[in-house]
């Protein structure tokens, strides 16, 4: 069954200081692959997806993606942080047959003045 | 271009009172839908998806239940609510393709 790890349940980050959020799946084929913002309070929004092709993927508000199969890992970047970016970042895979996501944990982040 | 729309934004239930919630998409057909729960600090946990009218999979045994009465909608229902039935719900659909489930609001459920 596919599963994501990500390790990090908390991650606090100055303003203006790079940024990377791990995420570690299991998944027998190629997977399908998504990262996830929800502010509190909210619903989730969808920030990236990594289907097939080049393996680094952009997303909206400046985020990106790199999907290493050696590695089982599709880890978020972004290269500068702004105090906006506060919030709960889900990576998640899609099961075979795409009818169900696997969410991670969730990572919080918090950006520090 | 689609949208999904959740109500009520909160609600406050006794122990034992019954639950409805609704979910609705607009601008697209057949969708799947999903209900998910999220505990305070906790992940998602898959409730309930349908993939198409009447059609409803259940992930967890639990006191809730799932309909789909209409081809964009989606209710989640519960004859007695629990304490443990607090948390955050969330609705969410996807096209038939292999397309990205987008959210709702969410509605956040308090049991006293």
């Known amino acids: 069954a596919q599963s994501v790890t990500q390790p990090d349940i908390h991650i606090t980050v100055s303003e203006g200081a790079s940024l990377e959020l791990r995420c570690n799946y299991s998944y027998g084929a190629t997977p399908y692959l998504f990262w996830y913002v929800q502010s509190p309070g909210q619903g989730l929004q969808l920030l990236l997806k990594?289907?097939?092709?080049?393996?680094l993927v952009q997303g909206i508000k400046g985020f990106e993606a790199e999907f290493k199969r050696s590695q089982s890992s599709f880890n978020l970047r972004k290269p500068s942080v702004h105090w906006s970016d506060a919030a709960e970042y889900f990576c998640a895979v899609a099961n075979t047959g795409f009818q169900k996501l696997v969410f991670g944990t969730g990572t919080r982040l918090l950006v520090s003045p | 271009s689609q949208t999904i729309h959740q109500w009520p934004a909160t609600l406050v239930q006794p122990v034992g009172s019954p639950l409805s919630l609704e979910c609705t998409v607009e601008g697209t057909s057949n969708p799947n839908l999903y209900w998910y729960r999220q505990a305070a600090g906790r992940g998602l946990q898959l409730l309930f998806y349908s993939v198409g009218i009447g059609q409803i999979s259940s992930e967890v045994p639990q006191n809730l239940s799932a309909s789909r009465p209409q081809d964009r909608q989606f209710i989640l229902s519960s004859k007695k609510l629990l304490l443990s039935d607090s948390g955050f719900y969330l609705c969410?659909?996807?096209?038939?393709?292999?397309?990205?489930?987008?959210f709702g609001d969410g509605t956040r459920l308090s049991i006293l």
């Open positions: 990594y289907f097939s092709g080049d393996t």
């Open positions: 969410a659909w996807k096209g038939q393709t292999n397309q990205p489930q987008h």
